[in-house]
């Protein structure tokens, strides 16, 4: 016999393991009591089902042994005189005519019985005695003999109940033996086992989760723990599993942080190496550009020495104050490029920054004939410097004039997207120039690349424009237009870069 969870060695229980065994009773009462409800339900069938069938069996058996009685008396009458009616034969008690009437004998049946060929006896009376009414021809008179036996009712109502006492003591001697010694072995105790289990799961005791296979029993509750074990191995296995995912997690994310770490030190050293070498660039063109206004002022220069009482001409003169303003012009852009600073945060209007740019660049060039059709109204604000941007768009907006030669005209709208999971405004500037030549487009934005390093440009405005809206967090864009004329694209996060600090509001301090 298999041995009970009570029998199985244990260690001594944890406070969880204590609670857990007072919530749960020792054997599982409500299984108990409804084998109790149905241990009762069927000795009530069990006596209804005697009442209705064996009762009814038993007392029809009497009655035909009663008429047999009766059939018995009236064939005695032969032995009597013709003139003789007895009143009974033994038990049975006879009635003649009239008194015969008295138990239910109709005039039909009567006069059935007188026919020469009727039935000769019929059955009359009630279940509660016999009685068979026959026509005795020597007598001309119908006879009845009714009997009813006491001893045989009696014994009917002995037989029924030894049989009910007999078949309830039977099924509570069967029903003890299930309820002490099969039940608790076969059902209760595996079903207090798989409790007992479940519990020790909840509480996290991983040494009583599982049920040990020799207290499995070989029927479908041992296939429920079998099943039930093979779930938990499973889940404790995922469980591991699980864990040594998250513990290798956990090490690809400390070196990914630690990448991460290098990547971005390697980032700034790499952004430290670019502005070098856009530094290097940008001297060498600011040495080949700053060549010929030098070897103008050198000459005006050899020319004064040689005649220094012979004055200067003023057309020479002219040409100094260009070759000066010149080289102011290439100092304050060589500023403008190697300036760092970190962007203010402010809200700002883009169509009005837009508009300002484009009355300054009406000023400082001849832009008459050259239109600007403004789709900016329904531009959204931006964070951002409003100073470095006006910048940006003011050397975008000179640039479009500078390629048209002063004629044509220039297209400026907007429009939001959402990219990344971030909103962007994009600016886009079009005009109807020649566009950009394709060897120079890939390097357009590099210092001093430009096909118009005359007096007008010094090939530094894309490369700062460039620089500015880098340092907004956004991207500057150059792309031809198929329709002819060259486009740019100004993208800009709409709320401004994550890493940078609002700006305080006018009035307040810092």
């Given amino acids: 016999m298999p041995a009970t969870p009570e029998q199985i060695p244990r260690r001594p229980a944890t406070k969880a393991q204590a609670a857990t065994r007072i919530l749960l009773p020792q ?13 009762t339900a069927f000795s009530i069938g069990l006596a209804v089902l005697l009442l209705v069938v064996v009762r009814p069996a038993a007392l029809r058996v009497v009655l035909a042994g009663e008429r047999e009685q009766c059939r018995t008396a009236l064939a005695a009458l032969d032995q009597f005189p013709a003139s003789v009616r007895p009143e009974s034969v033994g038990p049975v008690k006879l009635l003649w005519d009239e008194e015969a009437a008295s138990i239910d004998l109709s005039e039909s049946l009567v006069a059935t019985l007188r026919e020469p060929r009727g039935p000769g006896t019929v059955n009359v ?9 026959a026509y005795d021809a020597r007598r001309d008179a119908i006879v009845a003999a009714t009997y009813r036996s006491p001893d045989g009712r009696a014994g009917v109502r002995r037989l029924y109940i030894f049989l009910g006492v007999s078949l309830l003591l039977a099924y509570a001697a069967i029903a003890t033996i299930l309820e002490l010694f099969i039940l608790p072995q076969q059902v209760y105790a595996p079903i207090r086992r798989l409790l007992l289990a479940d519990k020790a799961v909840q509480a996290g005791d991983r040494e009583r989760e599982v049920i040990p296979p020799e207290l499995m029993p070989s029927d479908e509750l041992g296939e429920i723990m079998r099943s039930r074990n093979e779930s938990v191995l ?18 690809v994310a400390s070196d990914l942080k630690r990448k991460n770490h290098l990547l971005e ?7 430290d190496q670019d502005r ?7 001297s060498a063109g600011l040495a080949h550009e700053m060549n010929t206004p030098l070897a103008v002022l050198k000459g005006v220069a050899e020319e004064i020495a040689r005649a220094p009482r012979g004055g200067i001409e003023p057309a020479r003169a002219q040409l100094m104050l260009r070759v000066v303003k010149r080289l102011e012009t290439l100092s304050e852009s060589l500023l403008d490029f190697a300036r760092v600073r970190a962007p203010r945060q402010d809200e700002v209007d883009l169509s009005r920054i837009v508009r300002e740019a484009w009355t300054l660049v009406r000023i400082d060039r001849e832009a008459k004939e050259v239109e600007l059709i403004d789709r900016l109204y329904l531009a959204p604000r931006v964070l951002g410097d409003p100073d470095r941007l006006l910048q940006v768009f003011v050397n975008l907006l000179r640039n479009a004039v500078d390629a048209m030669d002063g004629r044509g005209r220039i297209v400026a709208g907007c429009e939001t997207l959402e990219k990344q999971d971030q909103t962007w405004v994009r600016v886009f500037i079009t005009d109807t120039g020649p566009g950009i030549h394709p060897e120079v487009l890939p390097r357009l934005f590099e210092p001093f690349t430009s096909t ?7 090939g530094l405005g894309l490369a700062v424009a460039e620089g500015i809206v880098r340092e907004h967090g956004g991207v500057l864009l150059a792309r031809n237009n198929p329709g002819g004329g060259a486009v740019f694209e100004v993208m800009l996060p709409a709320e401004g870069r994550k890493d940078l600090p609002r700006s305080p509001e006018r009035g307040t301090t810092p």
């Avoid at 499973?234 to 090490?251: M, N």
Wanted: glycine share 4%; net charge positive; charged share 25%.
């Fill in 27 to 39: 054997t599982p009462w409500r299984i108990r009591r409804k084998m109790v409800v149905l241990h």
């Fill in 452 to 458: 118009r390093l005359d007096s007008q440009g010094t």
């Fill in 234 to 251: 499973k889940l404790r296995e995922q469980e591991r599993a699980l864990a040594e995912a998250l513990d290798q997690l956990e090490v």
């Fill in 125 to 133: 009376g009630t279940p509660a005695y016999a009685a068979i009414a």
């Fill in 276 to 282: 070098l070498v856009s530094l290097g660039m940008m």
């Fill in 265 to 271: 030190t390697v980032e700034r050293n790499m952004a």
